[in-house]
């Protein structure tokens, strides 16, 4: 079966632009969670949605928002884009809200803001 | 979430088992222990996950200390594609807190 698809993969952005990140997970997979992975600060997790709703925030700034469709394909958004940005973001997928499966995570959308 | 303790790095012969431990002497009841490993620039890999009792998959082995306190990972016999960054992470099943908090890891270096 078709894994976790996100895209694109690579991204170049300026200083000040905003960006939409896009993730389809695994036919069936309800829970579509967000990660920022950067060589300073490692995987970081952004947020977490089931059934199109927000349940997890992590500690990132407003900037950052995303949301999760009918179809449970989700979408990040980044706004006013900031050098520090520049991260691999990578979205992970699981079939049901409790996480006892386990998690399948996307090869990861690689930004670079410059 | 408990916090967990891993060795920063580790070398194991092509061919011999590599055993990771991990540290979790915080761990609660309802924690279980995940691993996950990354190769370089891709997303993290689900390898196995358990709560009490010993698991096994196609791809690994998972030990779990009685006391629950430390784990360790085993990979039967390794190939040089098991180079990687091998997370281990404590979580609770808990419904509507669905995230993992990944520390440094172990970079484990298969060597030929």
């Known amino acids: 079966k078709a894994g976790v698809t996100q895209t694109p993969r690579y991204l170049i952005k300026t200083r000040g632009q905003q960006v939409t990140l896009s993730c389809s997970p695994i036919?069936?997979?309800?829970?579509v969670s967000w990660y920022q992975q950067t060589p300073g600060q490692g995987l970081q997790f952004l947020f977490e949605?089931?059934?199109?709703?927000?349940?997890n925030k992590g500690n990132f700034p407003g900037r950052f928002s995303g949301r999760q469709f009918s179809n449970s394909r989700s979408e990040m958004n980044v706004s006013t884009l900031e050098l520090g940005d520049s991260a691999l973001y990578l979205c992970a997928s699981s079939l049901g809200d409790r996480g006892a499966d386990g998690y399948t995570f996307g090869s990861g959308t690689r930004l670079t803001v410059v | 979430d408990a916090k967990t303790t891993q060795p920063t790095s580790m070398d194991c012969a092509e061919g011999r088992a590599a055993n990771l431990p991990c540290n979790h002497s915080t761990i609660s009841g309802n924690e279980y222990v995940y691993w996950y490993r990354q190769i370089h620039s891709q997303g993290p890999q689900y390898i196995i996950h358990?709560?009490?009792n010993n698991e096994t998959n196609e791809m690994a082995s998972l030990i779990i200390t009685e006391d629950r306190k430390s784990s360790t990972l085993i990979l039967p016999h390794a190939t040089l594609r098991d180079t990687a960054v091998y997370y281990c992470?404590?979580?609770?099943?808990?419904?509507?807190?669905?995230?993992?908090?990944f520390g440094q890891g172990t970079r484990l270096t298969i060597n030929p």
């Open positions: 949605y089931f059934s199109e709703t927000q349940r």
């Open positions: 358990g709560l009490k």
């Open positions: 036919s069936g997979h309800r829970s």
């Open positions: 992470i404590v979580r609770a099943i808990i419904q509507g807190a669905q995230k993992l908090v």
